[in-house]
């Protein structure tokens, strides 16, 4: 697997709450994307974001980190089985428009291994 960029995934109960602090106090202003229960707020520069969730619409536990692999998302789920790590949401096609799956490291976080149709290669 060669990951195109990673995203750190904070736990939030309400983005909105959330929001002051993170795009106010901390500068994070750009909000790339926000699905009501996911948003990206970035710096105007770009060098800097964060990804807050507030409860994954279609998996059943929120992830820590988000992992972006492209095209080789098919290629990281078999090698994921193949070394008999926990799959924790399967290989799916998302109605937002992403590839993605959720895998158990072994220190027991949640990675989501994600293909965007807008990943660089």
Do not use: C
Request: charged share 25%; hydrophobic share 40%; aromatic share 8%.
């Amino acid at each position: 697997m060669r990951p195109t960029g990673l995203t750190a995934n904070l736990n939030v109960p309400s983005i909105e709450k959330a929001r002051s602090f993170y795009a106010d106090y901390l500068g994070l202003t750009v909000e790339e994307m926000n699905l009501g229960w996911v948003a990206r707020f970035s710096t105007p520069d770009g060098r800097a974001s964060v990804q807050l969730v507030s409860g994954d619409e279609t998996a059943p536990v929120d992830s820590a980190l988000s992992v972006h692999v492209g095209d080789d998302v098919e290629v990281a789920y078999e090698e994921a089985k193949r070394r008999g790590l926990e799959i924790v949401h399967p290989l799916t096609t998302e109605p937002w428009g992403v590839r993605r799956f959720f895998v158990r490291a072994p220190d027991g976080t949640v990675v989501n291994i994600v293909s965007h149709s807008d990943d660089e290669q």
